[in-house]
């Protein structure tokens, strides 16, 4: 799933060609589109496409008073599962604290084709303009995860995006991380190259190497 990002410091690790078009706002509310073209799927460390690249894309309704609601949806192929699609529905709460900190509160119902199993899974995130700092629970999996986001500006152009996740299911813990370097052409978009990877005890490593592009509109 592809996390809200009104607050959230995206960490651009779905090496993706990003088309956002541009948002309408009717009555303090914002509606916000977004269709991806992803090399890969990439979540939490872990390649959800078999190598192969997805079309992903979004719809989010925001209201000015910080509560927001949205769609998201992308091909996958994980879990024996071939051209199957995710559909997640979330929706969520944000508000700012003093001295730039604000809080982040979002569920999330991940729904798919195919045999793999639903699930609802909610979120609570505390963050600021350089990091975000957030703790995931699924409700149906019984899994815990953690992630720290940060995001720091070389240069006007130029930023370091360093995500670190540590899932943990009651039974196995695993780890995973990403380093991406991201330059933006103003308002037009942004292009990026980045690397991840996951240590999972009963698994292989899953690195991969990715490029990104997106295209704001």
Request: charged share 20%; glycine share 10%.
């Amino acid at each position: 799933m592809k996390s809200h990002l009104k607050h959230t410091i995206s960490m651009l690790g779905l090496s993706t060609l990003a088309l956002s078009f541009s948002a309408n706002s009717l009555a303090n509310t914002e509606v916000s589109y977004n269709i991806t073209f992803a090399s890969h799927y990439n979540w939490r460390g872990f390649d959800l496409s078999d190598g192969g690249p997805v079309l992903q894309g979004s719809v989010e309704v925001a209201k000015e008073n910080g509560l927001y609601a949205g769609v998201w949806t992308s091909q996958y192929d994980f879990a024996g599962v071939e051209n199957g699609f995710e559909v997640d529905l979330y929706a969520g709460y944000s508000f700012d604290l003093a001295d730039g900190f604000y809080v982040d509160m979002l569920i999330n119902s991940y729904q798919y084709t195919g045999a793999t199993e639903s699930s609802i899974e909610w979120m609570v995130g505390l963050g600021h303009d350089y990091f975000a700092f957030n703790y995931y629970q699924d409700l149906d999996l019984d899994t815990d995860y953690l992630e720290l986001n940060v995001s720091y500006p070389l240069s006007d152009e130029v930023s370091a995006n360093i995500h670190y996740g540590l899932n943990d299911d009651g039974v196995d813990r695993y780890s995973d991380y990403s380093v991406i370097v991201g330059y933006a052409f103003d308002e037009f978009g942004e292009i990026s190259v980045g690397y991840s990877d996951h240590e999972f005890s009963m698994g292989e490593a899953d690195e991969q190497l990715f490029f990104n592009f997106s295209a704001n509109f």
